[in-house]
């Protein structure tokens, strides 16, 4: 596997070389535009609004729309004048206790692998930062792009994990949501016992994409010239909650008649590890999520 970034960990006067892999994998499968007739790939053209004419790669710039139909075009040289310098380093601000930071901010995973003859020098860096309890807030640029980063230990590895920065999440002010003064204690506490029999211990692998897999037997089964033979998931009917209780109720006594409501011993583990969870904070989650 051939890395995706070269560089080097940078914090203080420590500078560590590391290689950039992604920690995630897309299965999904990719599909094509076809012409319907003759099952020819469809091919895109780059074509003028004004002239309705076909524009070589050569003839296109690029524009920032600063008001609707008005644009400033921008010339390689502006693109340089503004580009930050490469320095091919994670730079590493602040180190911050996970906790503190709103989950909405992590993007995307990726492994850091220690460069060639780094390897004491990253499992010690990888070490201190587990010791600690907190993650380094970095700053990196790929792709001629600048991105703020969180690195922290998962296991023996590093982990950076792109971040948005704070005028990227939209403003919670902005939307309406319901309050909890409406809310009934009777209500809750039948929404806390729903809650509690659907608890279960973190399995990532028994979460898995059906869409896609049903996807595949189609693809495979036309392959073959075969119909396949699809699993039918009964959806819940769409309708008004007139009695938020009833509704309550019936989901409990349905999990009871499946075996699936915890007995008094396994209720008062399960809060217990509920509890531990809690305790463990932020970034337990992120981490297992990552895993």
Same mark, same amino acid.
Request: proline fraction near 4%; glycine fraction near 8%; include cysteine.
């Given at each position: 596997?051939?890395?995706?970034?070269?560089?080097?960990?940078?914090?203080?006067?420590?500078?560590?070389?590391?290689?950039?892999?992604?920690?995630?994998?897309?299965?999904?499968?990719?599909?094509?535009?076809?012409?319907?007739?003759?099952?020819?790939?469809?091919?895109?053209?780059?074509?003028?609004?004004?002239?309705?004419?076909?524009?070589?790669?050569?003839?296109?710039?690029?524009?920032?729309?600063?008001?609707?139909?008005?644009?400033?075009?921008?010339?390689?040289?502006?693109?340089?004048?503004?580009?930050?310098?490469?320095?091919?380093?994670?730079?590493?601000?602040?180190?911050?206790?996970?906790?503190?930071?709103?989950?909405?901010?992590?993007?995307?995973?990726?492994?850091?692998? !220690?460069?060639?003859?780094?390897? +004491?020098?990253?499992?010690?860096?990888?070490? $201190?930062?587990? &010791?600690? %309890? #907190?993650?380094?807030?970095?700053?990196?640029?790929?792709?001629?792009?600048?991105?703020?980063?969180?690195?922290?230990?998962?296991?023996?590895?590093?982990?950076?994990?792109?971040?948005?920065?704070?005028?990227?999440?939209?403003?919670?002010?902005?939307?309406?949501?319901?309050?909890?003064?409406?809310?009934?204690? !009777?209500?809750?506490?039948?929404? +806390?016992?729903?809650?509690?029999?659907?608890? $279960?211990?973190? &399995?990532? %692998? #028994?979460?898995?994409?059906?869409?896609?897999?049903?996807?595949?037997?189609?693809?495979?089964?036309?392959?073959?010239?075969?119909?396949?033979?699809?699993?039918?998931?009964?959806?819940?009917?769409?309708?008004?909650?007139?009695?938020?209780?009833?509704?309550?109720?019936?989901?409990?006594?349905?999990?009871?008649?499946?075996?699936?409501?915890?007995?008094?011993?396994?209720?008062?583990?399960?809060? $217990?590890?509920?509890?531990?969870?809690?305790?463990?904070?932020?970034?337990?989650?992120?981490?297992?999520?990552?895993?």
């Amino acid at each position: 596997m051939r890395p995706m970034w070269k560089g080097a960990i940078a914090f203080g006067l420590v500078n560590i070389p590391v290689e950039l892999y992604s920690a995630t994998r897309d299965h999904r499968p990719r599909f094509r535009l076809l012409h319907a007739k003759d099952e020819s790939p469809v091919h895109y053209e780059r074509v003028c609004q004004a002239d309705g004419k076909p524009v070589a790669w050569e003839d296109l710039v690029k524009g920032y729309e600063y008001e609707k139909g008005q644009f400033v075009v921008l010339t390689k040289d502006d693109f340089k004048t503004a580009a930050l310098e490469k320095t091919k380093t994670i730079d590493i601000i602040d180190f911050v206790d996970p906790k503190e930071i709103d989950e909405r901010y992590f993007e995307t995973p990726y492994y850091l692998q !220690a460069g060639k003859g780094a390897d +004491r020098a990253y499992a010690l860096i990888r070490e $201190a930062i587990r &010791e600690s %309890g #907190k993650i380094g807030i970095a700053k990196i640029i790929l792709r001629d792009a600048q991105h703020l980063a969180a690195v922290e230990a998962i296991g023996d590895a590093l982990v950076l994990t792109m971040m948005r920065f704070a005028d990227e999440l939209a403003d919670l002010g902005d939307f309406t949501f319901p309050g909890a003064g409406e809310i009934r204690p !009777a209500e809750l506490r039948m929404a +806390r016992q729903l809650v509690e029999s659907l608890s $279960a211990t973190w &399995e990532p %692998g #028994k979460y898995t994409d059906e869409y896609r897999d049903n996807l595949m037997r189609v693809i495979k089964g036309k392959l073959k010239g075969k119909t396949p033979r699809l699993k039918e998931r009964e959806l819940p009917k769409q309708a008004e909650v007139v009695d938020l209780m009833a509704r309550l109720r019936a989901s409990l006594e349905g999990r009871s008649q499946k075996g699936a409501g915890p007995s008094n011993t396994a209720g008062r583990a399960r809060k $217990a590890g509920a509890a531990k969870r809690s305790a463990s904070g932020r970034a337990t989650a992120r981490k297992r999520r990552v895993a």
